[in-house]
């Protein structure tokens, strides 16, 4: 079955640091982007950072200096290096996989961030 299993989820303080990791497993080919998006209550889903598989990356000016997206293309998993944190990064944060026939996501793992 594919899916995207994502890890690395959790409570920090702010100014403090989390690594999220997203692995693609069972038959998902051909990937183009990966990438990272995120929700909070009340707000649409939006992107935080992606790479695609060339190395071209793309941040969102809110995350920008603070966080680094970094991909494994063999292993087709795909990291997110948050430092910095603040309590308005706190969100359901969604891996994502662009190929040519759909987009996958991951089931969402939780960042709350306090103050």
């Known amino acids: 079955q594919a899916q995207l299993v994502e890890s690395g989820g959790g409570l920090v303080q702010a100014g403090g640091s989390l690594r999220l990791s997203c692995a693609a497993s069972?038959?998902?080919?051909?990937?183009?982007?990966m990438g990272w998006f995120r929700q909070a209550p009340g707000k649409q889903r939006e992107l935080v950072a992606s790479?695609?598989?060339?190395?071209?990356?793309n941040y969102a000016d809110s995350v920008k200096g603070r966080v680094a997206i970094a991909r494994d293309n063999a292993a087709n998993t795909v990291y997110l290096q948050m430092v910095s944190l603040k309590p308005e990064d706190t969100a359901v944060y969604y891996c994502?996989?662009?190929?040519?026939?759909?987009?996958?996501w991951g089931q969402g793992t939780q960042v709350t961030v306090s103050s």
């Open positions: 994502n996989a662009e190929t040519l026939e759909r987009d996958y």
């Open positions: 069972g038959s998902i080919f051909s990937i183009n982007a």
């Open positions: 790479v695609t598989t060339a190395g071209r990356v």
